[in-house]
């Protein structure tokens, strides 16, 4: 299989996302010419024992000197203090803006590897290896990096576009089943938005490594694409991306983020929003029921568990979703490829909305 690259095109911050299967042990010829000696991968303990060997491979023809920082896996280690070390090690190290970091993980490393990136020196090129498909489809495009602090989520980052995008799709044959499923969910959210897509029949599994290729490249072009229009999420653009979070976001919030993965909420939260756009008049009926369908054939979850939040515990963090401008504001979807962003919705013919979530099968 060929790689095939998206190219997101930001003048002089342009860059390609590769995409392709067996990419890592050539990492080297999707990466532009290193312009230090040095290179510093982080990556966490699970993705390092399974693919550091294999891309350190990759990197060999580069010939510069490896640094390897490895942190524990998961969301913990998105986090301010582990930052600080991290740059702490790099200033030890030597190393200089000129050289350049690795991120190899899923979304954690990503945005952890990038936020350090971006600062250490006045910032350092970034290389991503997205290793998750979460990561291949969302979070290693488009420059967006944080930690977190204990007052809040992703508080502190900065925008800082990678050099390059390196999506290799065998990778996923060896995530846990519960962290595909919840990039599924991302993955269907394109389809919502592009039923002609590649994404929109993508049957979900990772050992068809073509298929996985071609949905993959698809979804990665269409981040790309919101990315090339509204690279600093300030015109609203990217909004359309949030289908399915405003729920999704209330959900994995009134759960302390332990009850569902993000995917799990993001996939009951675009139910929820078919149901709206049923509700709103704005869709006919049988958008929720398609929804319900194509997500349960994933392995998603299309309602929330027991023991389930009232709306009211929902409602605030709804309302405070940052995506959120003039009082209740939902993506919607006249059909699918058909989004639209409807304001000033009713609380109570959104609390009806939510027992029809509940109720229905
Ligand atoms: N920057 C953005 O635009 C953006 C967008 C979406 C999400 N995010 C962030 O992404 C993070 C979630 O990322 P995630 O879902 O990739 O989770 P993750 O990075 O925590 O990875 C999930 C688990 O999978 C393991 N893993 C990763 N790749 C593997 C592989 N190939 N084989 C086996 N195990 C593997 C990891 O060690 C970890 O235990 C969140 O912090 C979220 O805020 C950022
Ligand atoms: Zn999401």
Not at 116 to 132: D, E, F, I, K, L
């Amino acid at each position: 299989m060929e790689a095939a690259a998206v190219r997101v095109d930001l003048g002089e911050r342009s860059y390609d996302v590769w995409v392709g299967e067996g990419l890592l042990e050539k990492a080297s010829g999707f990466i532009p010419a290193p312009k230090g000696s040095a290179v510093a991968v982080i990556t966490d303990e699970n993705v390092g024992e399974l693919y550091l060997e294999t891309l350190e491979r990759g990197l060999d023809p580069l010939d510069l000197e490896v640094l390897v920082e490895s942190v524990a896996p998961g969301e913990g280690s998105k986090d301010a203090s582990v930052a600080v070390g991290l740059l702490e090690r790099f200033a030890r190290r030597g190393l200089k803006r000129s050289d350049m970091v690795v991120a190899l993980g899923g979304g954690v490393v990503g945005d952890l590897a990038g936020f350090v990136a971006s600062v250490y020196g006045r910032g350092m090129r970034v290389v991503q290896v997205p290793t998750t498909l979460m990561a291949q489809v969302d979070s290693s495009i488009g420059g967006k990096t944080a930690v977190n602090l204990p007052q809040a989520k992703n508080l502190v980052g900065t925008f800082h576009q990678p050099a390059a995008v390196i999506c290799d799709v065998a990778l996923l044959a060896t995530l846990p089943t519960g962290v595909f499923r919840s990039g599924l969910a991302e993955v269907a959210k394109y389809g919502f938005l592009d039923p002609e897509g590649p994404a929109a029949s993508w049957k979900g599994r990772a050992d068809d490594k073509a298929d996985a290729a071609v949905a993959v490249r698809s979804c990665a072009a269409a981040k790309a694409g919101f990315v090339v229009e509204d690279e600093f999420d300030m015109k609203g653009v990217r909004a359309f991306l949030n289908y399915g979070h405003t729920l999704g976001h209330a959900l994995e919030a009134a759960g302390g983020y332990a009850t569902y993965t993000h995917g799990e909420a993001v996939a009951i939260g675009m139910v929820y929003a078919a149901i709206v756009s049923e509700e709103a008049g704005i869709a006919a009926e049988g958008l929720s029921g398609r929804h319900r369908e194509r997500l349960s054939g994933l392995g998603l979850p299309v309602k929330p568990a027991e023991p389930r939040p009232a709306f009211l515990e929902l409602l605030g963090p709804m309302s405070l979703d940052k995506k959120v401008t003039r009082g209740l504001t939902m993506v919607l979807l006249e059909a699918e490829g058909r989004p639209r962003i409807e304001a000033g919705l009713d609380r109570d013919m959104l609390a009806l909305c939510y027992e029809r979530l509940l109720g229905e099968a």
